[in-house]
């Protein structure tokens, strides 16, 4: 058993749960007909890198709520600041990031996170694509794992960019579901050839699962 397998994983405090069940719950079930298939492929012990595909400023929300356990990301610095949303964005996993900050910066922070155990989010292509898909993936997320052993979680989320894509300003009600594929090992070395394998296989999975079925409305 690796050591990373040991680490404990943090339990969800009450913040999380509260934000949960009163309001991304509400807003994923309700209103976008939310759905997920293959939670049971989600490991719920251990540090874990989950990787998808990014539409919408909504996705690290639904990202971090409905795996069944809590998933940290990065939010700018500033948002820590503000005193309700910086309470409640800290209580439930997200790390400050300061504007400016160097992708090593934001390595070393994630990497820290993940050898407290926490599940990290990273969405492949870094920025919101227009059409949802994995299209300029960056190695981030296999460096990470490479760096801690992780295993890799290869997440679509489907139609998210339609419900509240870049350039919209009120939200579209289509269903939106998450479709979890299976775990991928880590990266043998931090080499870019075996980084490149791996974010190129997350590439792949992320949007095969994409491709499963129909999306629209």
Not at 119 to 136: H, K, M, P, Y
Request: hydrophobic share 40%; glycine share 10%; with cysteine.
């Amino acid at each position: 058993m690796s050591q990373s397998s040991l680490v404990r994983t943090p339990k969800p405090n009450l913040t999380y749960r509260l934000v949960s069940s009163l309001l991304v719950f509400p807003v994923f079930r309700l209103l976008f007909r939310g759905s997920t298939a293959g939670n049971n492929r989600v490991p719920m012990q251990g540090p874990l890198v989950v990787v998808a595909n990014h539409g919408s400023h909504m996705d690290p929300p639904l990202l971090g709520h409905a795996l069944g356990r809590p998933v940290a990301f990065m939010a700018k610095a500033e948002l820590f600041g503000i005193p309700l949303l910086g309470r409640v964005i800290r209580a439930c996993g997200a790390y400050p990031v300061r504007r400016g900050a160097s992708d090593r910066e934001a390595i070393r922070t994630a990497t820290a996170r993940l050898e407290e155990g926490w599940a990290t989010g990273v969405f492949l292509d870094g920025t919101r694509q227009s059409d949802g898909r994995v299209n300029n993936p960056l190695p981030g997320a296999a460096l990470l794992a490479a760096r801690t052993g992780a295993p890799l979680l290869p997440v679509a989320i489907c139609n998210s960019h339609r419900a509240l894509g870049s350039g919209r300003c009120w939200p579209r009600l289509v269903p939106i579901q998450l479709r979890i594929g299976d775990p991928i090992p880590a990266p043998s070395s931090r080499r870019r050839p075996d980084l490149d394998a791996a974010t190129a296989l997350l590439q792949e999975r992320i949007n095969a699962l994409l491709d499963q079925g129909p999306q629209h409305p």
